[in-house]
């Protein structure tokens, strides 16, 4: 496995009345992240937060690229950005032990934190489609160009890991400086991942290597 230090390029936040960063997502132009009561939107540009929508948010959040999904204990929302109106509700697979939240492949993703699993579920149902194992905790899940990488955040420990999306197989791995543990997690789509930081109340970015 590939081993190097993650290259932390800039860091938002605290942000006023968000404690905590639980999960991550970006809709193309601004970054959503879930801070246990609210989501909560800012520009990456300024770092300015621009909205925010009242709902459970304890864990992993995700677009669609028209809705936002949203983990609330033991259950997934689907959220209309626009309105803050919750759409529909599916079962989480890990029944409140879930962290991180991804879509791609017109499915969701969800990390299981303890479990250190990612499930592949239907985004209509809940229903697990395939279960990936890791050899680490899942915090944050993303993909981006094929590939799949999560968080890890254990003890004192953080991590951004490139897993095999096949076998879990370890691929890739950057090394948080010590003391940053890895919340959410959400790719730009190109060269830069958002990291949740956590009860820091920060989102990092990290540097994606090519």
Request: proline share 6%; glycine share 14%.
């Amino acid at each position: 496995m590939k081993k190097s230090q993650a290259e932390i390029i800039r860091e938002y936040g605290p942000f006023p009345g968000a404690a905590s960063v639980n999960g991550v997502t970006f809709d193309g132009q601004h970054v959503w992240f879930a801070s246990g009561d609210k989501l909560n939107a800012f520009d990456p540009a300024s770092g300015e937060t621009v909205r925010s929508i009242d709902v459970a948010s304890h864990a992993g959040t995700a677009f669609d690229g028209e809705h936002l999904f949203q983990i609330a204990e033991d259950r997934i929302h689907k959220i209309d950005p626009k309105t803050g109106t919750i759409l529909a509700t599916i079962p989480a697979p890990g029944n409140g032990g879930d962290s991180g939240l991804a879509w791609a492949e017109g499915t969701l993703w969800v990390g299981e934190y303890r479990g250190r699993k990612i499930h592949q579920i239907d985004p209509d149902t809940g229903k697990i489609l395939r279960t990936i194992e890791s050899n680490r905790v899942v915090t944050g899940v993303t993909w981006v160009d094929g590939e799949l990488w999560h968080g890890v955040w254990e003890g004192d420990e953080g991590e951004v890991r490139r897993i095999d999306p096949q076998t879990g197989e370890p691929l890739e791995m950057l090394e948080m400086p010590p003391g940053l543990g890895v919340s959410g997690l959400e790719s730009d789509g190109a060269d830069q991942f958002f990291c949740g930081g956590g009860s820091s109340g920060n989102v990092r970015v990290v540097r994606r290597p090519r």
